[in-house]
């Protein structure tokens, strides 16, 4: 059974009328992103895709409200008419988890989702405002603002962004935005190992060059998107004169990896939504670490598992592919990564894998006691999107 309300009491009504009937809710916006976290245990389903209109979007003060269920689609038109854009560049996981449907603002900030210009803008979180949502109990509330100076609850929103839908229903969200560049550009180094790469990342990003995203493709991936050998990319967006002068800085600073080449081709949609992962059948892995850590833990996990992979994020996120087998190799990822300071998250696998591992970071038990705190706070029932994040 599917409810599809189309005002935010119509969404609280529900709400209510579940948690008096002790009836779980699955929460669902376009859909796209169904295949992210646990299995929901729930047998009915509020959609909040008739909650799609634009609040309020004042171009001169960098300002979108605008209600959860909004298309992505529409937030950018939106925004590209006054050659805007958001500043988190939201991935689409349409391709990598073989979903339809169109993704919506409200999932994006749902799931945290957070493309490669989280290196200079900061992650989706980082670009909240403000919201309106409903607790588990049926209660509409408001955190934060619509601008910036109005911090009444500020991070409560920061609180819901990423908790999956779990401690409460978003309905509407208020974001600062960006301009547009003049000029985008992208550089690569050609043939670089993964530890080479990451160090020269790691160069171009200490320099005052505003590079907006930092990438390297193993061979192995980067032939998925037409390059030859492995590719580290960055990428520089600005006005044209500062771009050039930029880039220019970089090809002097990185000589000594190699020749710095512009490239004709835009590889960061592709980089965005994992797109190389993308048609078959093996899980997908999000581990986020300490950049210099990264290449170790690749090497072991081709060793140790033959797995694929790829750095975003300056080698501070690292996408990896393995067979699923019953467990997508859990135990042998989260046994390599000990050695480390990091987290990895089951981004792919089928239903049965994602209801046995435990999906995301295990917790440690402060962090366990705070999560379970919070949750009663907001969701004492335990009826939204039961299962998602936990057993």
Not at 32 to 49: E, F, K
Not at 87 to 100: I, M, Q, S, W
Not at 353 to 374: D, I, K, T, Y
Request: proline share 6%.
């Amino acid at each position: 059974m599917t409810d599809a309300p189309d005002t935010e009491e119509g969404v609280a009504r529900i709400v209510r009328d579940a948690m008096a009937a002790a009836a779980p809710l699955e929460i669902r916006g376009g859909g796209t992103r169904m295949g992210l976290g646990r299995p929901v245990q729930a047998a009915r389903t509020l959609s909040l895709a008739a909650l799609d209109s634009t609040v309020l979007y004042e171009p001169g003060e960098l300002t979108l409200v605008a209600q959860a269920g909004m298309t992505l689609k529409a937030v950018e038109a939106l925004l590209d008419s006054e050659n805007q854009q958001l500043t988190f560049e939201p991935p689409d996981h349409r391709a990598l988890l073989g979903t339809g449907g169109e993704p919506t603002l409200g999932g994006a900030i749902s799931v945290a989702a957070s493309g490669p210009r989280r290196l200079r803008m900061g992650a989706a979180r980082d670009a909240l405002l403000g919201m309106r949502y409903v607790n588990g109990q049926g209660e509409t509330l408001r955190a934060g603002g619509r601008v910036m100076k109005n911090v009444t609850g500020y991070d409560v929103p920061k609180l819901l962004c990423g908790a999956y839908g779990t401690l409460g229903i978003v309905t509407e969200i208020g974001l600062k935005v960006m301009p547009k560049s003049e000029i985008v550009q992208t550089v690569a180094i050609a043939g670089l190992p993964d530890g080479k790469a990451i160090a020269a990342l790691a160069a171009a990003l200490a320099m005052p060059c505003d590079v907006s995203a930092a990438a390297h493709l193993p061979e192995t991936v980067s032939r998925e998107l037409g390059f030859a050998h492995s590719a580290t990319l960055l990428r520089v967006e600005g006005f044209e004169t500062q771009a050039t002068y930029r880039i220019e800085r970089l090809t002097e600073a990185l000589a000594p990896f190699g020749p710095v080449e512009r490239i004709d081709s835009d590889p960061w949609p592709a980089i965005r939504d994992a797109m190389m992962f993308a048609g078959d059948d093996r899980a997908v892995w999000r581990i986020s670490m300490k950049a210099t850590d990264a290449p170790l833990l690749v090497a072991d996990l081709r060793e140790r598992i033959g797995a694929e992979a790829f750095y975003d994020w300056g080698g501070g996120l690292v996408w990896l592919a393995c067979e699923e087998g019953r467990d997508a190799s859990e135990g042998a990822i989260r046994q390599t990564l000990a050695g480390f300071d990091g987290h990895a998250t089951l981004m792919r696998a089928s239903d049965a894998v994602r209801a046995a591992v435990s999906v995301f970071q295990p917790e440690s038990a402060p962090v366990a006691r705070l999560s379970s705190g919070l949750k009663n706070a907001f969701d004492p029932a335990g009826i939204l999107n039961p299962g998602r994040m936990r057993a």
